[in-house]
């Protein structure tokens, strides 16, 4: 009888560790700013157009609003319309679709879909930080399925990549 509880105690154990090994816990920082708040108070967030040779033009709202609320949010930030201590402008310069992967049959198996946004940020309390950059974030879709079917949610996880690196490289020192 002993035994059996030996050996149902070490199951019970092993199981125990295979369900603490098997669960992971996914942690990620949140964006967290690095400003000054003596010396900046306001931001300026202008609309950034979309130059892309192809235009969607849900994608370009989404992007402005995700933009000045990820900036409203993480920060104390006051949001201007001019002469903010902060200013972020540029445009939306691409929208593309490229074949990724092609299937032993020959055609296409998945469609890799990219945006890419050109920002130009002024730092008016320290123009040492200033800089014009290009980021681009990128997502994959099976060729099966229309684009216009996949679009809006692939779109939202692009806008929301792009907007959380402008964010880093900006006000994170990232």
């Keep these: ?4 509880k030996k050996i149902t105690l070490a199951a019970a154990l092993a199981g125990l560790v295979c369900v603490v090994y098997s669960c992971r816990i996914s942690m990620g920082l949140a964006p967290i700013s690095s400003i000054d708040y003596s010396k900046v108070k306001t931001i300026t967030i202008a609309e ?6 192809y235009v969607y033009a849900p994608m370009t709202t989404e992007f402005n609003q ?12 006051q949001l201007v319309n001019a002469n903010g201590d902060l200013e972020i402008d540029g ?3 691409g929208y593309n679709q490229y074949n990724e992967a092609v299937a032993a049959d020959g055609f296409s198996s998945k ?4 945006m890419t946004v ?4 002024v730092n008016n309390t320290n123009h040492e930080e200033d800089f ?3 980021f681009s974030a990128f997502q994959t879709y099976d060729s099966s399925l229309l684009l216009t079917d996949v679009q809006d949610d692939l779109i939202s996880k692009m806008i929301k990549d792009i907007t959380e690196q402008i964010f880093n490289s900006t006000v994170a020192n990232w």
């Design 1 to 4: 009888m002993d035994w059996i």
């Design 48 to 53: 950034f157009p979309n130059r892309a040779e």
């Design 66 to 77: 995700k933009l000045k609320d990820m900036f409203i949010q993480q920060t104390r930030l």
């Design 91 to 93: 445009e939306i310069t």
């Design 111 to 114: 469609v890799k879909l990219t």
């Design 118 to 121: 050109n920002v130009r940020y």
């Design 132 to 134: 014009e950059q290009q």
